[in-house]
């Protein structure tokens, strides 16, 4: 903040120096026949020391102070003396500074053998000497508060945005809180509703199926059960890492597919691959392991819904794109209902394409990609990838 609130005077400042050198050099020039080599020297060091002002300021100013003794050449002595009042901090030395070069002005109005002295031009001298020593003195600490105070409106306008953020920080915080709440009061207790009734089912009802269908849906529901309070833990406690661009990832992941594929109560055919739990998941950053492992559900789910009795691949590789990808692909349905393939049937369940727009949404933010569509031989395929590394999207499509 501070270096681009001094870039105007940077820019500016390019090409001070060659302009005071030129206006000295030219001051010089206007008194060079006149002047005795001595005199000529002087000049000439006193426009060669404006070069380096910036760097020592009051060593340049005391340089050129003999030179306002003569009352000739004044660009050097009077450059310096802004320098000095825009760099130094102290307002004392800068002070000093000033009453010097007002008596080295002054000096030039000491009588001399050709001009007698009178009240006038002593008076005219005093005014002189003082104009030449207050002008640049106010201009360069006119030129140093404005330096400071674009510095301190900088550091105003981060705090405001750094209180913003905070601000924001703790309005999402807030909302997870609510979210929690409304999921603790509602959803889990609607899903601990089902458990109950899917277990008095389990232990009523007459036909195996029956009862293998309300088991299926106690362990599904004991299982939401569990995600949500895990959830809500999260949504609790989670830690804003907005400035990482991490968050904490809840629930489980690749490690707990074979248990998905296994109770889902589908003809699931699971090919993890490399990508077992005791083998490289353990490189497998956490939020891609849950993305997986949400894709697949997902896509479960669907079958379930609309494809009911279908045969389902499943299948995780990992390629030389240095990434996971996630296949599932379903037959065309064999069972009633789900979604029309074009006879006329229609879906049963509501369907509204939320789980998987979330999950493409979820594969960008990490950096991937995810399609899903009909196959041409009246299938369903879900094709996802999840980059392993920071190194942003893979170009390829899935």
């Given at each position: ?37 001595n005199e000529l020297l002087l000049y000439t060091a006193s426009v060669l020391a404006l070069l380096v002002r910036r760097r020592w300021p009051l060593a340049v100013l005391l340089a050129t102070l003999p ?7 004044l660009f050097p002595p009077m450059a310096a003396m802004y320098q000095v009042a825009r760099d130094v901090r102290d307002g004392r030395t800068v002070g000093g500074c000033a009453v010097l070069l007002s ?296």
């Amino acid at each position: 903040m501070a270096a681009s609130a001094e870039a105007p005077a940077g820019r500016f400042g390019r090409f001070a120096t060659p302009a005071l050198v030129a206006l000295s050099t030219v001051e010089v020039l206007t008194v060079w026949s006149d002047s005795s080599r001595n005199e000529l020297l002087l000049y000439t060091a006193s426009v060669l020391a404006l070069l380096v002002r910036r760097r020592w300021p009051l060593a340049v100013l005391l340089a050129t102070l003999p030179v306002a003794t003569t009352g000739y050449v004044l660009f050097p002595p009077m450059a310096a003396m802004y320098q000095v009042a825009r760099d130094v901090r102290d307002g004392r030395t800068v002070g000093g500074c000033a009453v010097l070069l007002s008596v080295a002005s002054l000096l030039a109005w000491r009588p001399s053998e050709f001009e007698r002295w009178t009240y006038e031009l002593g008076l005219v001298g005093v005014l002189s000497a003082a104009l030449m020593s207050a002008g640049p003195s106010a201009l360069g600490r006119l030129a140093r508060s404005r330096r400071e105070l674009a510095v301190r409106v900088a550091e105003l306008v981060e705090s405001q945005a750094r209180e913003r953020e905070l601000t924001a920080r703790a309005v999402a915080a807030e909302e997870r809180a609510r979210l929690a709440r409304d999921m603790h009061d509602t959803v889990s207790y609607k899903v601990s509703l089902i458990a109950v009734q899917a277990g008095a089912l389990e232990r009523t009802a007459g036909e195996a199926r029956s009862r293998e269908a309300a088991t299926v849906m106690r362990e599904l529901a004991a299982g939401t059960l569990a995600e949500l309070r895990d959830l809500i833990g999260v949504l609790r406690d989670a830690r804003d890492t907005s400035s990482s661009g991490q968050g904490r990832e809840a629930g489980p992941g690749l490690a707990e597919l074979p248990g998905l594929v296994r109770d889902s109560g589908l003809d699931v055919a699971l090919d993890m691959g490399g990508c077992a739990s005791s083998g490289p998941e353990a490189s497998t950053p956490e939020a891609v392991s849950r993305a997986a492992y949400l894709t697949v559900q997902e896509a479960l789910t669907n079958v379930r819904k609309h494809a009911p009795g279908a045969a389902v691949t499943v299948s995780l590789t990992r390629g030389e794109e240095a990434g996971l990808r996630v296949t599932v692909r379903n037959e065309p349905r064999t069972g009633p209902g789900g979604r029309s393939h074009g006879d006329g049937e229609t879906s049963l369940w509501p369907d509204g394409g939320n789980g998987l727009r979330g999950l493409t949404e979820r594969a960008r933010q990490l950096g991937g990609t995810l399609r899903a569509g009909p196959d041409p031989d009246g299938g369903f395929s879900v094709r996802a990838f999840f980059p392993t590394t920071a190194d942003g999207p893979d170009p390829r499509q899935p």
